[in-house]
């Protein structure tokens, strides 16, 4: 290249030399445009170029990681290993941590895990003007973790079969930052000694061949990414563990949002490690809100559910504990959810109905949650179900009652969930009522009609085909679907004559709709089988081939409600009759 050629003959001074502006040498020029082999030119003549800073102060490594982008990672990693752990120093300070803090928000978690590997005091610096530090960078990031993830079946499958050797991340090798695109498959198998042999073979098959086949490279490189994340927290907390007092611990948490934001984000595997090491953490005062308090006031199920299990047998303090305002848990839950977490539900209804899933249980099944404790390991659910009974009905220092705050707040949202149902149940039961009346009046106009009184007088009014199979099973869909259709329409009249209290939307108005929408698609389904039957009694002894096209148009109405209207269907049974809220394994 031109420039490369060029710099042969500059002499090592002139690289140091500074623009007018901005105060860039030719290396900082380099780092921000992302160009390696310029970048390794400079350094190859004038080592100390690496350590020069421009006028904000910046060596032309922030530089780069400031500007980064996904074609620039290998300038980075190059950079990395050729500056100097000089004074004043580029990886110590408010310098330090806003490189890895760059570096973090690029999503180069290997380059981050390589620099803490060898500076790790760093997971203790703040940055100069945002004041943040890596760590409340992390927790910035859920996607960076397998539980924020979501995969199919067959991606869930290939993604439990790469195996990564975490040992190998971030390792400094001479020259380069190790091979942490393409780590080595463990050569004993210590992970997989229980597997089968099959097993065995198709996880390093797939560990082999997914860098370089493009359907599976995506899984490869989003499990490098966790396991380069989950490598680089638990090498963080280790290091907090080490080298700090349970004070210094409790003071850094309190000072920071590392562990609000993480429960706001839902990168739970921070917070994971955080109490699996400081499970004092959770009598941490933070802005005035304890652990427990701010992940239910965010809604994040998983924390709260690590929460009792790290507090062990101090659980009953820790429920029972109240802000400086005088809210306990129970308050929290009164109030309603963040919009990130509302939206997560589909429908006004099932926001409701998971709201009152977070706040209450209702007293008739009091009686069967104490059956179940005695049985299973399940608690039920409801913050409410976690508070002593004398401490349910407590007024914080406004004289408001949880009850009250949740009324109050979720006024809107208990409005929009009856107009769902309202609009739901009139769409649906006008449908049901239409096939109703349809396989009614099918019941007395059979297919082939009836004998008359010139055939038989005794037998007047038979069907005609009363002995043929495919009559039986007219005779036997056309019955299903008018038992079906009419409890349809019972089901969402009884929706529409409902009160709508908060409690309705728990169990009794979905309980209905799954039921109502149950018995629809049941109706539409054997409406159809009729249809078909009678068709066939009718054109089946000139046309053999009829059943063919016949059950496949059949199928068409049948696909298309379950396509549109199964998915609802599916999560009203399973928030209804399987909340995960609370559920302890």
Request: with cysteine; aromatic share 10%; net charge positive.
């Amino acid at each position: 290249m031109f420039v490369e050629e060029l710099l042969k003959i500059m002499p090592p001074e002139a690289l140091e030399s500074k623009d007018n502006v901005q105060g860039n040498t030719a290396l900082h020029i380099a780092a921000r445009e992302g160009n390696k082999n310029v970048s390794k030119a400079i350094v190859d003549k004038n080592r100390n170029a690496t350590q020069i800073r421009d006028k904000d102060q910046k060596v032309p490594l922030l530089t780069a990681a400031l500007f980064a982008s996904p074609g620039q990672k290998d300038t980075i990693e190059y950079l990395c290993t050729v500056t100097e752990n000089k004074d004043p120093s580029p990886f110590a300070g408010p310098d330090g941590a806003s490189l890895i803090c760059n570096i973090l928000d690029a999503h180069y978690y290997d380059i981050a895990l390589y620099l803490f590997q060898r500076y790790p005091n760093l997971v203790l610096e703040k940055t100069k003007n945002s004041r943040m530090w890596p760590l409340e960078v992390i927790s910035e990031r859920p996607f960076a973790f397998r539980s924020e993830n979501k995969l199919k079946l067959r991606e869930r499958c290939i993604y439990s079969l790469i195996q990564i050797d975490t040992t190998s991340l971030g390792r400094y090798h001479g020259s380069t930052m190790g091979d942490v695109e393409n780590p080595s498959v463990w050569s004993q198998d210590v992970h997989m000694r229980y597997r089968g042999i099959i097993s065995k073979f198709f996880s390093r098959f797939i560990t082999h061949f997914a860098p370089h086949v493009p359907s599976m490279e995506r899984i490869y490189k989003l499990k490098l990414m966790h396991e380069q994340a989950a490598a680089l927290v638990k090498g963080l907390i280790c290091h907090l563990r080490i080298t700090k007092s349970t004070t210094e611990i409790s003071d850094f948490f309190k000072n920071s949002q590392v562990l609000q934001t993480a429960i706001k984000f839902g990168t739970n595997e921070l917070v994971e490690e955080c109490l699996t090491h400081f499970p004092d953490l959770n009598w941490a005062n933070m802005n005035n809100k304890r652990l427990i308090q701010i992940a239910i006031e965010e809604r994040n199920e998983k924390i709260l559910k690590l929460i009792c299990k790290t507090s062990k047998e101090y659980k009953k303090q820790l429920f029972s504990n109240r802000d400086l305002s005088g809210n306990s848990i129970l308050h929290y839950a009164a109030k309603l959810a963040p919009l990130p977490q509302l939206t997560s539900v589909s429908g006004a209804a099932l926001q409701m109905q998971r709201e009152m899933q977070w706040f209450k249980i209702p007293s008739s099944t009091w009686d069967q949650i104490g059956v179940l404790r005695s049985r299973t390991r399940y608690w039920g659910f409801g913050v409410q179900n976690l508070v002593d009974e004398r401490n349910r009905h407590v007024r914080n220092k406004d004289g408001k009652s949880a009850q009250f705050i949740f009324t109050q707040e979720h006024n809107e949202l208990r409005k929009e969930g009856e107009q769902w149902m309202k609009d739901t149940s009139q769409s649906c039961m006008l449908v049901a009522t239409l096939i109703a009346t349809v396989v009614f009046a099918a019941a007395f106009t059979v297919p082939g009609g009836n004998l008359s009184n010139d055939n038989n007088e005794y037998k007047a009014g038979t069907p005609i085909f009363l002995y043929v199979n495919s009559f039986m099973v007219f005779a036997v869909a056309d019955s299903l679907a008018l038992f079906s259709s009419t409890t349809s329409i019972l089901m969402f009249l009884a929706i529409l004559t409902s009160r709508y209290a908060e409690e309705d939307f728990l169990t009794s108005l979905p309980k209905k709709l799954i039921i109502g929408l149950g018995t629809l698609f049941f109706s539409i389904a054997t409406t159809m089988i009729a249809f078909g039957a009678a068709l066939f009694i009718v054109l089946g002894s000139r046309f053999t081939w009829v059943p063919i096209p016949i059950a496949l148009c059949a199928c068409l109405p049948v696909s298309l409600f379950a396509l549109l209207q199964f998915p609802l269907f599916v999560v009203m049974v399973r928030s209804t009759y399987c909340p995960s809220i609370f559920r302890f394994d």
